[in-house]
């Protein structure tokens, strides 16, 4: 948080009075007022070298860079003896980097997932981060810090093209977001929480079914304590907090949450993708995507029951 300071009726700044001798003055007040194990005014100055440090270790680990200024991914545990790595993009530079990679990896087949966090997550809410993976790097782009400059120089284009499949899970209140807060009409989803659905699809009672999370379904389906263990520690960051994804700095733990939530993903689709033929569930999906961003809303009314007429 800023810290105010007071100004003065001269005009001058009240805090550049103080001379250095004040500042000595009152360092070594605070050493002969300590006891024996308080701090001294040694202690405090390396205490506040410390928490530079800190502060600088942690950034240098969230956006390292080589020596020709490339980003060094970030290594993650995923699985039992599993790593992957994830980048976070948080300037313009960083993300013109980034999609160069990217649209090589598109160029080259390979599947990608996304995902989406805000606050809110919907046309009420707002859209900070966007995350797009493969199975080996995640890249989790900064759109608060960013801004919206990044769909036009290239993520509309990945996003709303129907022949570039992405995975994802419950796209409902992602593609409401993108499209009634940014424009953006995301095509071609792959949701798997569908090939999940479709799994228990004898279970209909009354003409619904239940919808499940994420946790649920690697819980059930996948059974990873690894990643779990990265999920829960930043479920349990967001139940703090209701804005959390809105902070700057990310917490490290944030990141790795919206790392492993792509990653999770491509878990899960080994496992059910047998389950549904390929036409009819991009075209299910596609059913799903368009369900909650073409409805007249006041409110955020996600609903835990699989909406009529998605699967066919």
Not at 37 to 61: F, I, M, P, R, Y
Not at 74 to 91: H, P
């Amino acid at each position: 948080m800023a810290t105010k300071r007071k100004i003065n009726t001269s005009g001058t700044d009240d805090t550049e009075e103080q001379t250095s001798s004040e500042v000595k003055t009152k360092r070594v007040k605070v050493s002969l007022e300590s006891s024996s194990g308080s701090l001294t005014k040694e202690n405090v100055e390396k205490s506040n070298q410390s928490s530079d440090k800190n502060v600088e270790e942690k950034e240098e680990k969230v956006a390292r860079k080589d020596d020709h200024g490339t980003m060094i991914p970030i290594t993650i545990n995923i699985g039992r003896s599993e790593t992957s790595t994830y980048k976070y993009v948080d300037t313009k530079d960083k993300f013109i980097e980034v999609m160069k990679e990217l649209q090589e990896k598109i160029r080259n087949k390979q599947m990608i997932a996304v995902d989406c966090e805000g606050v809110n997550l919907s046309r009420f809410g707002s859209v900070t981060l966007i995350n797009i993976g493969t199975r080996d790097l995640v890249y989790l782009i900064d759109i608060l810090k960013i801004g919206d400059s990044v769909f036009d120089d290239g993520l509309r284009s990945i996003l709303e093209n129907s022949g570039i499949e992405k995975l994802m899970f419950d796209c409902r209140e992602d593609a409401d977001a993108l499209l009634h807060i940014h424009k953006v009409k995301l095509n071609g989803v792959l949701d798997v929480q569908i090939l999940e659905v479709n799994n228990r699809i004898h279970v209909y009672r009354n003409g619904y079914t239940k919808i499940r999370s994420l946790k649920h379904c690697l819980e059930e389906y996948v059974n990873d304590d690894t990643l779990l263990n990265a999920k829960l520690q930043g479920r349990s960051s967001m139940s703090m907090s209701s804005n959390i994804w809105e902070k700057r700095p990310l917490e490290e733990n944030m990141l790795k949450y919206a790392s492993v939530d792509i990653l999770g993903l491509f878990k899960l689709y080994d496992e059910l993708r047998t389950r549904m033929g390929h036409i009819v569930w991009k075209a299910a999906s596609s059913r799903y995507c368009d369900s909650t961003r073409s409805r007249n809303r006041t409110q955020r009314d996600g609903s835990g029951i699989l909406p009529k007429g998605i699967i066919l």
